[in-house]
């Protein structure tokens, strides 16, 4: 397996910082947060994405994937969503980047039936254009269909290559979902793991992997058992706990954790 993190644990850091990070501590890729508010969003001209790919590919760090927050089950009009997710397939394109992320974001004044139909539909349509640009869509276990499976309801309904999951291991666990429940219903549709840890259900403070409650070492044996070759990030949410450790300090420690859980399992 491969080891990412995400740059929601460095928000607002340039680029060229982010890089030599994940070079410094051993991470094959990142998974880049991408917003308005951070130096990789859907606004950069051409010339600006070039040199992104460029920082990148020169300090031989893939980029995972795009961190979107399109949401595919929201209430409401379908041509805003998916004009949404067609600038996010873009950037993805032009970056280089296999996947993009998107969220589920249904509304509790939804049924669970129209929720899941409302992101199948989007999802279906912006499928095709996803395999015209060689990027993947990934449904993220997330917020109204946070467990593996909630999100095959949508992915199944969907049928389509180029639509699969993004496993956050706090979502599904939160939802009260064993490891292998997950993964039985994800592996099909699989395109990468977020790993992370917590200190209870209660507190879902960043904290260092291994100094929490979440089931790391099952995930990572259970991959492992299965064969499960794709990439592990570190998904360290630094941008909504200020209080948070900063990650730059946690990388190599992060780094050497994934990897005795790659190398115990082996």
Request: hydrophobic share 45%; glycine share 10%; with cysteine.
């Amino acid at each position: 397996m491969k080891l990412a993190f995400s740059t929601l644990g460095v928000p607002g850091l340039p680029i060229s910082d982010v890089v030599r990070l994940a070079a410094t501590h051993g991470f094959h890729g990142v998974e880049l947060r991408t917003h308005p508010e951070e130096p990789v969003h859907t606004g950069l001209d051409a010339t600006a994405r070039a040199d992104v790919t460029a920082e990148f590919k020169t300090a031989g760090v893939e980029i995972l994937g795009l961190a979107g927050y399109v949401r595919v089950a929201a209430p409401g009009d379908d041509e805003p969503v998916i004009a949404e997710l067609r600038e996010l397939l873009l950037l993805a394109r032009d970056l280089g980047a296999p996947f993009i992320r998107v969220f589920p974001g249904g509304d509790s004044e939804q049924s669970p039936e129209e929720a899941d139909a409302v992101a199948a539909r989007r999802l279906g349509t912006a499928a095709e254009y996803a395999a015209d640009l060689g990027v993947r869509i990934l449904l993220e276990t997330h917020d109204s269909h946070r467990t593996g499976a909630d999100a095959i309801r949508v992915l199944g309904a969907v049928g389509h290559l180029q639509v699969g999951a993004l496993w956050d291991v706090m979502h599904t666990w939160l939802g009260g979902e064993q490891p292998s429940a997950s993964y039985a219903a994800l592996s099909p549709f699989l395109g990468y793991v977020q790993v992370k840890d917590i200190a209870s259900a209660d507190d879902t403070s960043p904290l260092p992997l291994g100094a929490g409650v979440l089931p790391l070492t099952e995930c990572v044996d259970l991959l492992s058992r299965e064969g499960w070759d794709g990439w592990l990030c570190w998904e360290y949410e630094k941008r909504w706990y200020e209080g948070a450790a900063p990650l730059e300090g946690l990388l190599g420690a992060g780094h050497d954790y994934l990897s005795r859980l790659l190398n115990d399992a082996a």
